[in-house]
């Protein structure tokens, strides 16, 4: 297994475009999830899924931010309408869990995205 | 809740030992650690489960004090390989398992 892959490494657009990122995880974890992060910050969690299902979204996210997870194998996130302020890190992560709601499993990390907005 | 890590940022020379604090306001379930350095995503350490014992990762150990909602990382001896930020995510008691991790502790190890 290579790790968590996310597609693309790069990406600038301009302010007002649509843009998507794509996440392929660890094949036999179930669970993903979505952060983002800003230069001298820690992630901060956007959403997560266990297999298809969202567990949960980010009570700060933006309803421009959508994220899905067909047939519980690879993720995407999409933006609408970017703004400048959404110009960050979005860092994937994977992790096995055991079914349980508690996470006993630590996380890996793909490369991220760095959205760049101009 | 985001967890509060101290100090913000630290400076060592080789062979000199390091202790970063992660605290919450909420009861915490588990604690993970990791580290990232520049450039790189976040590499997991070890996790501290709830009633767990002390664990250990190279020459880095960490607890996790239940009464007092905290967990320690030790970097013991440091290395060069140790630079980078690390950062604390608590498992909160009634969560679902998602991470909120706090600010980073930055360190940096110097010859």
């Known amino acids: 297994d290579t790790g968590v892959s996310q597609d693309p490494r790069h990406k600038i657009t301009k302010r007002g475009q649509n843009v998507t990122f794509r996440c392929d995880p660890i094949?036999?974890?179930?669970?993903l999830y979505w952060y983002r992060q800003t230069l001298g910050q820690g992630p901060e969690f956007l959403t997560y899924f266990q297999n298809e299902a969202q567990l949960e979204k980010s009570r700060l996210l933006s309803d421009r931010f959508s994220a899905e997870r067909p047939k519980g194998s690879f993720s995407t996130l999409e933006i609408q309408r970017t703004e400048q302020g959404d110009s960050a890190m979005y860092l994937c992560a994977s992790s096995l869990d055991h079914g349980t709601a508690k996470t006993n499993y630590g996380y890996t990390f793909g490369s991220g995205t760095r959205l760049t907005v101009v | 809740q985001q967890p509060v890590q101290s100090p913000q940022a630290v400076i060592l020379r080789e062979g000199e030992d390091a202790v970063i604090n992660c605290s919450s306001s909420k009861a915490l379930y588990s604690v993970h650690w990791y580290r990232q350095k520049h450039g790189e995503a976040p590499v997991f350490l070890m996790i501290l489960l709830k009633g767990g014992e002390q664990k250990g990762h190279e020459k880095i150990s960490a607890s996790f004090n239940e009464k007092k909602q905290q967990s320690s990382l030790y970097l013991t001896a440091s290395q060069l390989s140790y630079s980078g930020t690390y950062f604390c995510?608590?498992?909160?008691?009634?969560?679902?398992?998602?991470?909120?991790f706090g600010k980073g502790t930055k360190l940096s190890v110097k010859p």
């Open positions: 995510g608590p498992v909160y008691g009634g969560s679902q398992g998602n991470l909120i």
């Open positions: 094949s036999e974890h179930n669970r």
